[in-house]
């Protein structure tokens, strides 16, 4: 993976509009967060497969992290705190946040296809 291109994957955010696309949008702190403090709550969502068409792509960002809106029928589907992105087999548009150590903290994965499970 490497640094958003702000422009480069608003762009390819843009191929998918009005496509039927499945999507996997993951969350977490939990694998890490319960090792190093006990008093720290373990958090995530992750959602795999669902699909949509969506008829908006946003990307905003301050150079450091962004934030991947799609616009949807019914309302809208985010990412936040993405510092990442590669193209997955080609065709697969992969979007991560990790924090300072390297770890996943947020991810955002857009394909035409259904994802492996």
Known sequence: MKPIEHEK???LMQTYINKDVYIHLETTNGAYAGHFNDKAYNVGAYIRNAKLNYSQAKLIGDG????AGLKT???WVYAEGLTDWTMHKEDQLLLAG??????LMVAL????TPLGQ
């Open 9 to 11: 994957v608003q762009q």
């Open 109 to 112: 994965h857009i394909s035409e």
């Open 73 to 75: 029928e019914l309302g």
């Open 64 to 67: 450091k992290s962004y934030r």
């Open 98 to 103: 990790h924090d300072r150590e390297g770890r």
